[in-house]
Every structure is written in structure tokens, then in C-alpha cells.
């Protein structure tokens, strides 16, 4: 029964930093320090697990937005053509996506041994947020999203690799470098058909 509630607690604080700018792992990581908790049953395992039910939450919420995507994806192969704004994104979205998954699958025993120490937490906390107010500060936020290039998607997918390492925030890393490019956080809406 306490290993339930221990879960349950980490489930919690999961889901109450997953979709700020702090990283969810990284508090994850803490909350089973200071409890006590061990480290083997709750690892890198159970992180994936409980962010696989922040992703069912994610797909919950923007069903139609991902399959506008999914069906301007498929268009555009037919047509070869990307000119449709929300087949860019889908290819925008999968080239962010890359970058993370390899560095993932080829370092994953780096980032599930050497990096889940609850310094490298605190030192990257307090980095990251050190970045984000800096980048918050200096960006100049007249890019809107529509003008993302597939390099700077890449960059993109670059900074959520670097959220595999404990304390360092996805959504923080990545609104952090788009504050630098200058980007803000607005997306011209698709017409709806």
C-alpha cells in the first residue's frame, strides 16, 4: 500500500510540473530523494510511464489540432507539396522530434545512470531558469511561429534532448531558445473547413 501512495504522490507532482516550464523529471528525481525513495523501483521506468499518461492528456486535448496535421501530412505527399500550413508543422513537428529520439535510443544508458543525481537537478533548475529569464529579457518576440524554418526545428528538437538530462525543462528549453530567436509564443490559427 505505500509503494501505491508513493506512486500516487510522484503521479501528482508529475502532473503538476509537467506542463509548466520546470522539469517534471527533475522534480520527479527530487521528490524520491527526499522521500527516501528507491531508486531502482522508481526510476527512469516509471518516469516514461507516468509521462506516457502526460502524452494521452496532450493527445486528449488537441485531437482535431493533430489530425488537421495528420491529414495536411498526407496531402502533401500526394501533392508534394508543403505549402499547406499545417502540413509544415507536421513536418516542423516531426523534424523536432528527431534530434531527441536519437540522442535518446543511442545515450540511454547515459541519461538513466550518470545524470539522475539530485545535483545535476538543482544545478540545471537553476540554470535553465537562469537562461529563461535572460532569454525572456533580451528576445524580441516579433517571429510568430509561421516562420519557423527546418533548421531552427531541428535547434528545437536539440533543446528538448537536452530535457533528457533531470532538471532541465522540454517547454523550458525550448521557449527559452525561441525567446533568443526572437520568436513568440503566438500561432496563426488555420482556417477551419
Request: proline fraction near 3%; hydrophobic fraction near 50%.
Amino acid at each position: 500500500m505505500l509503494e501505491f501512495l508513493e506512486a500516487v504522490f510522484l503521479g501528482i507532482v508529475q502532473g503538476l510540473t509537467e506542463f509548466l516550464p520546470v522539469s517534471s523529471s527533475g522534480h520527479l528525481l527530487l521528490g524520491q530523494y527526499f522521500l527516501g525513495l528507491d531508486q531502482e523501483r522508481f526510476g527512469l521506468s516509471f518516469d516514461v510511464a507516468l509521462h506516457l499518461g502526460t502524452l494521452l492528456a496532450v493527445i486528449s486535448f488537441f485531437w482535431r489540432d493533430l489530425l488537421r496535421m495528420a491529414a495536411a501530412f498526407l496531402r502533401s505527399l500526394c501533392r508534394r507539396s508543403i505549402a499547406e500550413p499545417d502540413a509544415k508543422l507536421a513536418y516542423l513537428v516531426l523534424a523536432s522530434t528527431v534530434p531527441a529520439a536519437l540522442i535518446g535510443f543511442f545515450l540511454e544508458d547515459f541519461f538513466e545512470t550518470a545524470v539522475r543525481s539530485p545535483w545535476v537537478v538543482v544545478f540545471n533548475l537553476v540554470l535553465v531558469g537562469v537562461l529563461f529569464i535572460v532569454g525572456e529579457a533580451v528576445g524580441r518576440k516579433t517571429r510568430d511561429s509561421s516562420k519557423l524554418t527546418f533548421r531552427e526545428a531541428v535547434g528545437i528538437g536539440l533543446a528538448q534532448a537536452a530535457a533528457l538530462v533531470p532538471g532541465v525543462s522540454r517547454s523550458g528549453a525550448t521557449i527559452t531558445l525561441g525567446s533568443f530567436w526572437g520568436s513568440s509564443a503566438r500561432r496563426p490559427r488555420a482556417s477551419r473547413s
